[in-house]
């Protein structure tokens, strides 16, 4: 089952855990070990019968900032705060503090940033690697051959290379290549190989085939993962190891644990970004751009016509755009968990801030007058109507975040006294139950008869309930919230 095939006197080590099929073939003669582990130890559940729909909730706003002007075509990041991008057919390199162009380069198609140091980006035309601030052709493009790099990642010490014919590994000067055997041509034309490197290992991924490669030990572990009725168009990994995966529009996420989501948000997905070392997703649709933070899915408006988007260290978006680079300032939101309407009596508001983690400060304000927010997590505001007089009101929440532009909730609120009890609706069922058995048509004491009745015998009422003359002992007496109510009523006017 397990073919070895090494091309030259490299030492080779080969270990199946099981029946799976991982034939490996070295290029040159270095050593990589691969372990086929089990097939069975990664089934998964079988996807979700229908998708979830996702519900837009309030939008947020995106701030893009300009940094470079001009029609950018690509956006990825090189890890840390380092980025690469293509604006006006010219390769740019970003980090924190510098920005350098280095000259024309024409269809990017992915980049990474190698072991070494060196900038590798897969283009239309090979291979080529930026360093220092030089673009050139790097000795790996030499191994490659006729060979075309569509995607390339980077593990630890290993690139791996998804190319036109399967996947190639490149570790300390040596290229391998990885073949998966028996139970998967990867390589043959089943549409375009797609990998995306998470924490611990490359996820590789083509038509409806799924595998895991791992690194355990200095040997990379490879898992095919069996994902029935899947199909693969762009794969991406996120800090909290789930894999995200579009396909003619819908979007799927993996988690670690064997978790599978299959989601539908109200347009149909174009890509999804995610970095392995922020828990932020940033999703492009057909209209906008959503963010997904550990389960929480929020649309951001005012990103613009978006062509691409990576993700920052930060968890904001790099936007590449017809008219420039941006980088996207998501305000962070936050809601209340109340819902406009009318206010009896005093409640307590709970602030709910999307990004409790981020949070610098809440101001909050009844009208215009600054109100006192008790301090969280979780934050909340009391709504005293007594303080507040009877009337239209608003409160308004202001979230400032660390790391983003404030976010503002607003709720509307009347102040009301409570609705007074009415014949109808409360004095009437009460004699009902305690006194119409004698008072009723059918009793044998004197009748109180309806309304009428009951309002013009209010105070002999009154005085009998409260001293407990009434509802005739051994008949149990009127509970004090009873008399309450029909005190009450005979305040408001005996409203029928
Ligand atoms: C078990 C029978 C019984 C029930 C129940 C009862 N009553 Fe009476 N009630 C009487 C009798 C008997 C009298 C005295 C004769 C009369 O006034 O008809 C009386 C007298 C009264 C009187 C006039 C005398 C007084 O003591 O002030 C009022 C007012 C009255 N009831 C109100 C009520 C109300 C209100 C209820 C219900 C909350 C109630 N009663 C329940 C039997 C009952």
């Known amino acids: 089952m397990l073919d070895g095939v090494a091309a030259s006197d490299a030492a080779l080590d080969l270990v199946a855990a099981s029946d799976a099929a991982l034939d490996l073939v070295a290029a040159s003669d270095a050593a990589l070990d691969l372990v086929a582990a089990s097939d069975a130890a990664l089934d998964l559940v079988a996807l979700p019968p229908s998708p979830i729909s996702v519900l837009p909730q309030a939008p947020g706003e995106l701030t893009p900032t300009l940094l470079i002007r001009g029609a950018a075509s690509f956006v990825g990041p090189l890890g840390g705060q380092d980025f690469a991008a293509v604006v006006e057919g010219n390769l740019h390199l970003l980090s924190a503090d510098t920005l350098s162009n280095l000259g024309e380069v024409a269809g990017v198609l992915s ?6 140091g060196t900038t590798l980006l897969a283009t239309h035309s090979g291979l080529l690697s930026a360093q220092e601030q030089v673009l050139g052709v790097p000795p790996l493009a030499q191994a490659l051959g006729a060979r075309h790099v569509t995607d390339l990642e980077t593990v630890g010490d290993v690139v791996f290379l998804a190319t036109t014919e399967g996947l190639l590994a490149w570790r300390g000067g040596a290229l391998f290549e990885i073949d998966f055997g028996l139970q998967a041509d990867l390589g043959e034309a089943d549409g375009p190989l797609l990998i995306a490197a998470g924490a611990r290992g490359l996820f590789v991924a083509q038509h409806q085939q799924l595998f895991s490669l791992s690194e355990g030990g200095g040997s990379f572990l490879a898992w095919p993962i069996s994902t029935p009725g899947w199909r693969f168009e762009t794969l991406a990994v996120d800090g909290l190891g789930r894999l995200w995966v579009t396909d003619a529009g819908t979007l799927r996420s993996l988690s670690g644990d064997g978790q599978v989501q299959w989601l539908s948000l109200p347009e149909p997905v174009l890509s999804v ?3 392995p070392d922020v828990p932020e997703v940033w999703i492009r649709t057909t209209t906008g751009l959503w963010l997904e933070r550990r389960g929480l899915f929020q649309r951001y408006l005012g990103a613009g016509e978006v062509v691409a988007q990576a993700v920052t260290a930060l968890g904001q978006v790099m936007l590449a ?6 980088l996207g300032l998501p305000g962070r ?3 209340l968990n109340r819902s406009d309407g009318v206010v009896f009596e005093a409640t307590t508001a709970e602030i709910l801030p999307a990004f409790p983690d981020h949070v610098s400060e809440v101001v909050a304000r009844f009208d215009d007058l600054e109100a006192r927010v008790i301090a969280g997590p979780p934050w909340s505001i009391l709504l005293d109507p ?3 007089g009877d009337g239209p009101h608003s409160l308004t929440v202001t979230v400032r975040y660390d790391d983003a ?4 909730v607003r709720f509307d609120f009347v102040v009301a006294l409570p609705p007074p ?6 004095i009437a069922p009460l004699f009902q139950a305690h006194c119409d058995p ?11 008869a309806g309304y009428l009745g009951f309002r013009n015998e209010l105070d002999a009422i009154l005085d009998a309930v409260r001293e407990r003359r009434m509802p005739l002992p051994p008949n149990r007496p009127l509970s004090p919230e009873q008399i309450t109510l029909l005190v009450e009523w005979s305040a408001a006017g005996t409203p029928e």
């Open 111 to 116: 980049v990474t940033r190698a072991p070494d």
């Open 273 to 275: 970004a995610a970095r």
């Open 321 to 326: 755009r017809a008219d420039g680079l941006f």
């Open 333 to 335: 939101g936050v809601s």
């Open 386 to 388: 007594v303080g507040l």
């Open 405 to 408: 532009p404030p976010s503002e």
């Open 421 to 426: 009890p009415t014949f109808t609706a409360d």
């Open 438 to 448: 004698c008072h009723g048509p059918r009793g044998f004491a004197h009748p109180i």
